[in-house]
Each structure stands twice: as structure tokens, then as C-alpha cells.
């Protein structure tokens, strides 16, 4: 599948803004990035959540840099053979980071269907 990457950033621009809003307003301190390849020894890698999920933040969080969550376009479109299966790649992976930030697990994400 080919994609540009202005249009793939749209796309998970629109995953952002369909986040419920009543979620949304507690995704705290996080910048959300699209780079085109994972990093090297990892290529499957479809996105990544680093930081202090918001279970784990206390009363002394602060003054820190921002969490980052980074979608990889490459090997999401990779996987994929429409637009409709970019969208809801993009989608799956954009809700599935987004719940790392809130403290949500990978086995539980799986349980979900978000995995």
C-alpha cells in the first residue's frame, strides 16, 4: 500500500480528534509524532508509547518532558491493501497507545482487541 505522508499524518490526526472527548480530557502532557520507520531491530513495530502512564503519576509529577507516542507509517502500510485497512490500522494503533498513557496493559489491550 502506498501512502503519502502528509496524508498518512491525516490520518492519524483523525484517529486523535475521535477519541471521545470525555477520554480526551485526560490525555495530559503528551506529543503525538509519525515517523516512517520504526527503530532498527524492531521493523514490525507499529507504534510506541514512552512515558509515566497516568497510573503511575503521584503528586510529585511535574516539570517533566512531554510523554511521546509515535505511529511508524511504513510498516503499518505495509500490512495493509486498502485505505479502509490503513484507517483502521491507524486507528487501532493510535486507541491502543493512548490506552498505554492511561495504564492499560498489552494483555489486556489483546483482551479488547486492540492488540
Same mark, same amino acid.
Given at each position: 500500500?502506498?501512502?503519502? !505522508? %502528509?496524508? +498518512?499524518? %491525516?490520518?492519524?490526526?483523525?484517529?486523535?480528534?475521535?477519541?471521545?472527548?470525555?477520554? #480526551?480530557?485526560?490525555?495530559?502532557?503528551?506529543?503525538? +509524532? @509519525?515517523?516512517?520507520?520504526?527503530?532498527?531491530?524492531?521493523?514490525?513495530?507499529? &507504534?510506541?508509547?514512552?512515558?509515566?502512564?497516568?497510573?503511575?503519576? &503521584?503528586?510529585?509529577? #511535574?516539570?517533566?518532558?512531554? $510523554?511521546?507516542?509515535?505511529?511508524? !507509517?511504513?510498516? *503499518?502500510? %505495509?500490512?495493509?491493501?486498502?485505505? =479502509?485497512?490503513?484507517?483502521?490500522? @491507524?486507528? @487501532? *494503533?493510535? @486507541?491502543?497507545?493512548? %490506552?498505554?498513557?492511561? =495504564?492499560? $496493559?498489552?494483555?489486556?489491550?489483546?483482551?479488547? #482487541?486492540?492488540?
Amino acid at each position: 500500500m502506498e501512502m503519502s !505522508r %502528509a496524508n +498518512f499524518e %491525516a490520518l492519524v490526526s483523525q484517529a486523535l480528534d475521535e477519541i471521545p472527548e470525555e477520554l #480526551g480530557a485526560y490525555v495530559e502532557n503528551v506529543a503525538v +509524532f @509519525v515517523e516512517d520507520d520504526p527503530p532498527p531491530g524492531d521493523p514490525e513495530l507499529l &507504534g510506541i508509547y514512552e512515558g509515566i502512564p497516568l497510573t503511575e503519576r &503521584g503528586h510529585e509529577y #511535574g516539570g517533566v518532558l512531554p $510523554d511521546r507516542i509515535t505511529i511508524y !507509517r511504513n510498516p *503499518t502500510l %505495509a500490512i495493509c491493501d486498502t485505505f =479502509g485497512d490503513v484507517l483502521d490500522e @491507524v486507528n @487501532v *494503533t493510535v @486507541v491502543h497507545e493512548i %490506552a498505554h498513557h492511561f =495504564g492499560i $496493559d498489552d494483555a489486556r489491550l489483546h483482551e479488547l #482487541g486492540y492488540g
